[in-house]
């Protein structure tokens, strides 16, 4: 017994001792961290087995901070820029609320890339991340991409929609020519003049100087005043991001967390269907989706749409249990022939003036052969839009020419024929405006009635002169090529623009 209780003893005292070696004080904990501020740990540390994250951040803006990883400008029109913005605060509040949307997703695709997260402030340069933004030059979306470099990038440009606009496409085509800059001049300033001049335009700047043997850096070359503000107004807005209450600047709280999702659509649909099915406002839609121009989406060239993140779940959930009738209210008639606007109305079933404000129709023009026509889905028509036509389709068209009623001259010799030839018509409507016969005999100075297009009146000098009606005596242009975008030479097209 009197052993028993002498180990229970030493086991107490034991237990104590090694309590005792594991308390401190605080005075001992300035040896074991450091001092001052922590600094971001890099991407390649963050992602390592030797760190674990144990929570991620809330607030975007400090995930962007946190991915900050391009070299600051000094220059003084940084401080004009940071002036600028700094004094228009209602500016700087519609611009971010207006990102809110979009930036997740876009520093989503930064971080996954391993690229600086400065570059998510770029469409506040671009486009005050409107979407629906175009300039003076026709650059559109919140990248601002031209017409051929936004084809140069596989970002469809058809009469149903334009992928400079799509959230997700314009994104990582910007994303992509952003990495082939950066890789063609190891430096991001340049990469982004680029990005704004051209890097044809870049090019040669950096060969000028060196062969003046001056230096190449982004503040040493000469360019447009335009490229020349544009890696400072990113720098000021970086500066305010960074460090907002230094500028008095109230930056709206945005979410670490997926604005939207995409969602699957199973058929041609209308715009609107979406919208009630997802129990969002057609506005809220389009802010999401705003690459569509036409109140249809069809399925074989945008299988996906953009939903707020909430309402994704509801549109599932709707569109599986709605049998209300068709999808979509729209289809696509490709004409075989060119023909006048009243005859593809009466084709299709449609007011002449309806056609022409669906499918912005001109006035005065025919229709070309080929073109591609939204017109009404009538209750037999059953396929969706083929995906050829839905990522291809165009439309073009040819003049109608005016002619006048002209009183021209037969010369010694002449001869229906050679007359006909003469003025461009054809021997049985000269024949018929003059009640004869194709092979009558024509006296020299004898008058004849033709009706000529405008321009041929003139030549000629016709006496007297009143105009057609468009449908008895109104003769048709022939077809001519339409106008494309220009090719892309010698690499990507300059994105120079306004």
């Avoid at 990102?99 to 520093?107: A, C, D, W």
Wanted: hydrophobic share 40%; glycine share 6%.
């Amino acid at each position: 017994m009197k052993l028993l209780h002498t180990l229970l003893l030493t086991g107490v005292l034991v237990l104590t001792g090694c309590a005792s070696t594991t308390s401190y004080d605080n005075s001992s904990t300035s040896s074991q961290y450091p001092d001052g501020p922590l600094s971001p740990l890099s991407r390649g540390k963050v992602s390592s087995s030797d760190v674990a994250s144990l929570e991620a951040t809330g607030d975007l803006w400090v995930r962007i901070r946190q991915g900050f990883a391009m070299p600051d400008l000094e220059h003084e029109l940084v401080a004009d820029r940071e002036q600028w913005y700094a004094s228009r605060p209602d500016y700087i509040q519609r611009m971010t609320e207006r990102s809110s949307k979009y930036l997740f997703h876009i520093v989503e695709e930064l971080e996954r890339r391993g690229m600086p997260t400065e570059l998510a402030l770029l469409p506040y340069i671009e486009s005050a991340f409107n979407p629906q933004a175009v300039s003076s030059a026709k650059a559109a979306g919140m990248w601002q991409f031209m017409p051929a470099t936004g084809s140069y990038f596989d970002l469809k440009q058809n009469i149903f929609r334009d992928d400079r606009r799509d959230v997700l496409a314009s994104t990582r085509a910007a994303l992509d020519y952003l990495q082939k800059l950066y890789n063609m001049f190891g430096d991001w300033h340049l990469a982004l003049a680029a990005y704004n001049w051209g890097e044809g335009s870049v090019s040669r700047a950096i060969k000028r100087n060196e062969k003046l043997g001056l230096p190449t850096k982004y503040t040493d070359l000469q360019m447009p005043a335009e490229t020349r503000m544009y890696v400072p107004k990113l720098q000021a807005v970086k500066n305010i991001v960074a460090n907002p209450e230094k500028y008095n600047a109230d930056l709206p709280v945005i979410e670490n967390h997926p604005y939207f999702q995409a969602v699957d659509i199973t058929h041609d649909i209308d715009v609107e269907l979406v919208a009630k099915l997802a129990n969002v406002s057609v506005k809220d839609f389009k802010a999401l989706n705003p690459s569509f121009h036409k109140p249809v989406i069809f399925v074989a060239a945008t299988p996906k749409v953009l939903l707020p993140w909430d309402n994704a779940k509801i549109f599932r959930r709707n569109l599986q249990a709605y049998n209300d009738g068709q999808f979509a209210s729209w289809t696509v008639w490709t004409v075989p022939s060119t023909i006048t606007v009243a005859e593809a109305a009466q084709r299709v079933g449609l007011g002449e003036s309806d056609l022409r404000a669906m499918n912005n129709i001109p006035p005065r023009m025919l229709i070309k052969a080929g073109s591609a026509l939204m017109v009404p889905r009538g209750a037999h028509v059953h396929a969706d839009v083929a995906g050829h036509v839905a990522d291809n389709g165009q439309i073009s068209f040819a003049p109608e020419i005016v002619t006048v009623r002209s009183t021209v001259k037969a010369r010694k010799r002449d001869t229906l024929i050679s007359m006909a030839n003469r003025y461009g018509v054809s021997v049985s409507n000269l024949a018929d405006w003059n009640d004869l016969k194709s092979t009558a005999s024509l006296h020299a100075g004898q008058s004849l009635v033709a009706y000529l297009p405008v321009r041929a009146t003139r030549t000629a000098r016709a006496s007297t002169t009143t105009r057609s009606s468009a449908s008895s005596k109104t003769v048709a242009a022939q077809p001519r090529g339409g106008k494309s975008e220009p090719k892309a030479r010698g690499g990507t097209p300059s994105k120079k623009r306004r």
